[in-house]
């Protein structure tokens, strides 16, 4: 999934923050995966998914259009998303 080494570890940090952003939400010791979904596993509902999404703007300091924010429905894709993102930190 990812190619290189510093991919790897901005993967981990934006995981790490993910985890952060809906511990919250879901039970302690539930394990997330890069296809855990949002709703469908971790029974999120509409809400709490925009508020998640923007935990990672700001987190990240990066803006998610929304058309794109309603694409993101798993863990790994929004990683993926900020893995893209020229500008997250």
Do not use: C, W
């Not at 539930?30 to 709490?48: H, M, N, Q």
């Amino acid at each position: 999934m990812f190619r290189n080494t510093a991919a790897r570890s901005l993967a981990r940090v934006a995981g790490a923050s993910l985890r952060r952003t809906i511990a919250t939400r879901v039970p302690e010791n539930f394990e997330l995966k890069a296809e855990t979904s949002f709703t469908t596993d971790l029974g999120l509902d509409s809400l709490d998914v925009v508020e998640v999404i923007l935990a990672v703007e700001e987190e990240f300091s990066i803006e998610i259009p929304d058309h794109e924010a309603d694409s993101l429905k798993t863990i790994g894709q929004t990683v993926e998303y900020i893995l893209q993102q020229p500008d997250a930190l």
